[in-house]
């Protein structure tokens, strides 16, 4: 049964910084990418970044380019999302999220797709205040 458990969400100013966790266990071999991805009051869920499990290659949608950071820590299962410069746009439920598709292959089409992520965790709670 696969687990996804985030954490480190809460209440930021604008302009502040919080860093996201993302712990998974019994990820199966095929689902070689872990996302993070976000669902903001009233809108549907949209990707933010992935991360290859194996290479550690990355794909990030255009709003989280430069602010967004996706990172691994193979030895303790864990993905991070280091958010930088944060607006009250960015308030939302935060997931992690596994996928059998490569960021490379999302770097190929230009998008990352919420369909394309199988096993989703609890999320965290993101509030940014002005």
């Known amino acids: 049964q696969v687990q996804l458990v985030e954490s480190g969400g809460g209440l930021v100013q604008a302009g502040g910084s919080l860093r996201l966790s993302c712990a998974a266990s019994e990820v199966s071999s095929d689902y070689v990418t872990i996302g993070w991805l976000r669902q903001a009051p009233g809108k549907g869920r949209e990707g933010i970044a992935c991360?290859?499990?194996?290479?550690?290659?990355?794909y990030y949608t255009n709003f989280a380019k430069g602010r967004f950071t996706i990172s691994r820590d193979n030895a303790k299962n864990t993905v991070f999302l280091q958010m930088n410069n944060l607006g009250t746009e960015d308030t939302a439920v935060y997931y992690c999220?596994?996928?059998?598709?490569?960021?490379?292959?999302?770097?190929?089409?230009?998008?990352?797709?919420?369909?394309?992520?199988?096993?989703w965790g609890q999320g965290t709670q993101v509030t940014v205040s002005s």
């Open positions: 991360i290859s499990i194996s290479d550690g290659s990355t």
């Open positions: 999220a596994t996928s059998q598709v490569s960021p490379t292959t999302a770097e190929n089409l230009g998008t990352m797709r919420t369909t394309w992520f199988d096993f």
